[in-house]
Structure formats: structure tokens, C-alpha cells
């Protein structure tokens, strides 16, 4: 009886453990790398660099960034520097948080995705809200 308790156990465990899949780690099915310029309000280049996207099932993005900061500008946000990235994909719209460790400082890159472009607003948001904004563009390499 001890044994047969044992088994049952054993396999209910194992059933258990089998059944548990985390579709947000799954290995992604695409890959992009984008060539990346970001502008301050009045169109002057503030950030350059490129990132890489990779397309999962359940429309979750994840990634790696590296943008190097373009003359003396301030008041941009964490978009200087490198990380990792999370965003997501409806349709032709996409959204990036080059900041996910963070719940407040965040750079955010949201546009339009059409065939090898990525283009739109990043905005730095605070706790106050959207502290600074422009517009980006990527360009698939």
C-alpha cells in the first residue's frame, strides 16, 4: 500500500511538472536588429545606436539595446547607455520599455512598424508623468 501511495505521488508530481509551461519564455520565433536615431523637439539627433528584438509567440517582445549619446543634450532620459528591453506587437503598432528593471525613469519608444522601419515617439516618463518626448525612427539592418 506504502508503495502503491509512493507511485501515485510520483506520478502526480511529475504530471504536475510537465503540464507547467511558461509560454513568455519560450524561445523566440523571429529576430530583428534595428539601426536606431532619436531627436529632441526641434529635430536635433540626441541618441544613436541599435537593438535588437526578438518576436515571441504570445506577441511579447524581448531584447537588447546599445545607443550612444549624440551632443550635449539633457533632460532625454535613460536612453543613453545599454540594457535589456521588453515590449509588445499588435498588428503594425509596437511598443519598447528600454527600462523594465525600473518603475519610474523610463524610456519608452511607441510607433508604427512598416515592413523594415520602426518609427514614432520615445517618451520619458517619471512619476510625474511624460517628463520629455521626440521622435525616433529604426531602421531594420
Known amino acids: 500500500m506504502k508503495t502503491l501511495i509512493i507511485s501515485i505521488s510520483g506520478l502526480l508530481a511529475i504530471s504536475i511538472f510537465s503540464s507547467c509551461n511558461d509560454n513568455g519564455s519560450s524561445s523566440p520565433?523571429?529576430?530583428?536588429?534595428?539601426?536606431?536615431?532619436?531627436?529632441?523637439?526641434?529635430?536635433?539627433?540626441?541618441?544613436?545606436?541599435?537593438?535588437?528584438?526578438?518576436?515571441?509567440?504570445?506577441?511579447e517582445l524581448t531584447g537588447r539595446w546599445n545607443f550612444q549619446q549624440r551632443g550635449s543634450h539633457s533632460n532625454c532620459g535613460p536612453q543613453f547607455g545599454s540594457g535589456n528591453l521588453v515590449g509588445g506587437i499588435d498588428e503594425d503598432i509596437m511598443w519598447i520599455n528600454l527600462n523594465p528593471q525600473m518603475a519610474d525613469n523610463n524610456c519608452y519608444l511607441y510607433?508604427?512598424?512598416?515592413?523594415?522601419?520602426?518609427?514614432?515617439?520615445?517618451?520619458?516618463?517619471?512619476?510625474?508623468?511624460?517628463?520629455?518626448?521626440?521622435?525616433?525612427?529604426?531602421?531594420?539592418?
Open 111 to 141: 510607433g508604427n512598424r512598416n515592413r523594415n522601419m520602426f518609427s514614432g515617439e520615445w517618451r520619458w516618463t517619471t512619476f510625474s508623468g511624460i517628463t520629455n518626448k521626440g521622435p525616433f525612427t529604426a531602421t531594420m539592418k
Open 29 to 59: 520565433s523571429t529576430s530583428d536588429t534595428y539601426l536606431y536615431k532619436s531627436y529632441d523637439s526641434t529635430g536635433s539627433l540626441i541618441a544613436e545606436g541599435e537593438f535588437t528584438v526578438n518576436h515571441h509567440e504570445s506577441g
